[in-house]
């Protein structure tokens, strides 16, 4: 490289260029008092790379002819090197997530930010909280609504068994006595080999039901005739239980047996009555409601009549009843036919070694209609084709063509000619030819 000219001696290292000519950016040479033209200072990144050559008359630098170029490093100082900032420490930018309960990670995206200014931001994640303790203030009402519903609510009594609803009681699942007797309600009376059946329902005026277990409970049946039937039921071995109030009662069927019953059933129920009185000792206090539903049967353990009652005159009367209720029938639909005669009875007559009553009559009666599945009852005063008068006449249900067919099925049946004969039945006809013998 080329010397400098202008005097001086080049300094040993390029390093100590700048120390040697005495320049700092902006300053004038003190030698000529020219001011240098100003050269942009390069950045510390770029390496400046220049061509020097001394002017003989003065320090500025001229381009020499065909210079010779030279990279060189200046020797930093103080002034020109800037000091070293150290940055902050970057933060991480914090990522916006969904709130999640046990603090991991939610799935779901963050909220998006308004998209444009003044828009109402969306919910934030944090109202999650909120919305789970109203569901669960709300599950807790429902279910102290639930347990007051089903403890002392209209729902105390969901879930106990279907007998104890059946039998209309507070839920206990058991029937106890009543102050107030049953009330019975005839539903149908009929004539059975064991004697007067008489069916009534039962029904209670509490609500808890009631049990018969009295060992003397005095039932009469009554008509608008008289008395049909009595006696005294001992319950005491063999209790019954009543459902409660507003329940469809428990059906009893109380069979009369002969000397017990004074009527027959006639026309039916109607304006039947039936009378409850319990003079013993009740043994049992409550029944299970289950047991208080299905049908049940008793018959009277001792003979009952009630006072001032006149038995003989019931019995008549209800024979009475039954003729008439029987000619109505057969003047419908049997009159001018042949029937087969099974007795012909009246109080006082002796006869198959007894002296008989109306009592007896009514028993014979009520035995011929169980045996031959129907039989009817005349008084021979309603009747021409009877000679006497005051006769209680028995006759089947069943007609024939003719008088010989009737005998010919009394004795096929084992009757003789003293207690079965074929008669025609006339509201007309007189008393001959209306009767056939066996032979």
Not at 88 to 115: I, N
Not at 213 to 223: F, I, K, P, R
Request: glycine share 10%; hydrophobic share 35%; with cysteine.
């Amino acid at each position: 490289m080329p010397d400098i000219q202008g005097g001086g001696t080049r300094p040993p290292d390029d390093r100590n260029l700048l120390d040697w000519m005495k320049w700092q950016p902006g300053t004038q040479n003190t030698q000529s008092g020219r001011t240098p033209p100003e050269k942009p200072v390069p950045h510390a990144a770029e390496v400046p790379t220049e061509s020097f050559a001394a002017d003989a008359a003065t320090t500025q630098f001229v381009a020499a002819a065909e210079p010779t170029q030279r990279i060189f490093t200046p020797k930093p100082t103080l002034s020109t090197i800037a000091p070293e900032v150290t940055p902050p420490p970057t933060q991480p930018t914090p990522t916006v997530r969904a709130w999640s309960p046990y603090g991991e990670p939610s799935p779901y995206p963050p909220p998006a930010p308004p998209p444009w200014p003044g828009a109402p931001a969306p919910r934030r994640a944090d109202r999650f909280p909120i919305i789970v303790g109203a569901m669960v203030v709300v599950i807790l009402l429902a279910i102290g609504v639930g347990t007051w519903a089903l403890t002392i609510g209209p729902l105390k009594d969901w879930g106990r068994s279907d007998s104890n609803v059946a039998a209309g009681g507070t839920g206990s699942g058991t029937v106890t006595v009543c102050a107030i007797t049953p009330t019975m309600t005839p539903r149908s009376v009929s004539l059975t080999p064991s004697g007067l059946a008489v069916t009534v329902t039962a029904t209670s005026s509490c609500a808890d039901g009631d049990v018969l277990s009295n060992s003397a409970t005095q039932v009469a049946v009554s008509a608008p005739s008289g008395l049909v039937a009595s006696g005294s039921f001992d319950f005491s071995s063999t209790p019954i239980a009543i459902p409660g109030s507003g329940t469809a009662g428990r059906d009893i069927t109380m069979t009369f047996p002969s000397g017990s019953y004074f009527g027959l059933p006639g026309p039916g129920v109607a304006g039947m009555s039936v009378s409850v009185n319990p003079v013993g000792t009740a043994t049992t206090q409550e029944l299970p409601a289950a047991s208080a539903s299905a049908p049940v049967s008793a018959s009277p353990s001792q003979t009952y009549v009630p006072a001032g009652t006149d038995t003989d005159q019931a019995v008549v009367q209800s024979l009475r009843a039954q003729a008439a209720a029987d000619r109505t029938e057969i003047l419908a639909a049997g009159n001018n036919t042949w029937v087969a005669q099974l007795s012909s009875k009246q109080p006082g007559l002796v006869a198959d070694g007894k002296t008989w009553t109306n009592q007896d009559i009514l028993d014979e009666f009520a035995s011929n209609y169980q045996r031959f599945s129907g039989a009817r009852l005349l008084w021979s005063d309603d009747w021409p084709v009877f000679s006497s008068s005051g006769w209680w006449v028995t006759i089947t249900s069943q007609t024939f063509p003719s008088g010989q067919a009737a005998v010919s099925w009394c004795a096929q049946q084992g009757f003789d000619r003293d207690h079965c004969i074929g008669k025609l039945i006339s509201s007309t006809a007189g008393p001959a030819g209306t009767t056939v013998y066996l032979p």
